[in-house]
């Protein structure tokens, strides 16, 4: 078979984004046979779009620790600062909603985390106006 770099992997093996720490450890435990426990091997992509651009943007939700840091990068993505939750502690024009497993459209923020992460699987940054009609506590 095949070989690529001096790390050992096979041509045939799909790998996703550029090997890095992560990519190793979960290639070594696969190699000895041990499932990977570790949440941070996870990888949960998820395409997402914005309201007036043309392009899409895909990103691993599973890679963040929480809320804030996932609105930050969007904001960092789409190169502007008017992304935020709709958690009735600030004003933002644009709010982030996301696709479950059902097939239902929900803001972000609503549900815990982990609960987010299972469960996502398409995101959309829409106008908060629009937006107000998801709000749990609309």
């Known amino acids: 078979m095949a070989r690529y770099g001096g790390d050992g992997v096979d041509l045939t093996e799909l790998t996703l984004g550029p090997p890095g720490v992560n990519a190793r450890k979960a290639r070594r435990a696969r190699k000895n046979g041990q499932p990977s426990s570790s949440s941070a091997m996870m990888q949960a992509f998820v395409k997402v779009s914005m309201d007036g651009t043309p392009y899409l943007r895909k990103v691993d939700v599973a890679a963040y620790d929480d809320y804030g ?3 930050e990068a969007l904001n960092e993505l789409f190169c502007c600062c008017s992304i935020g939750l709709m958690d009735g502690y600030g004003e933002w024009e644009h709010a982030v909603v996301y696709e479950d497993g059902d097939g239902d459209w929900m ?3 609503d549900v815990p985390w ?6 996502c699987k398409r995101m959309r940054v829409m106008r908060s106006c629009e937006a ?3 709000s749990s506590n609309a």
């Open 69 to 71: 840091e996932l609105v």
């Open 107 to 109: 803001l972000v923020g």
């Open 114 to 119: 982990e609960m987010f992460v299972s469960s």
């Open 132 to 134: 107000r009609g998801l």
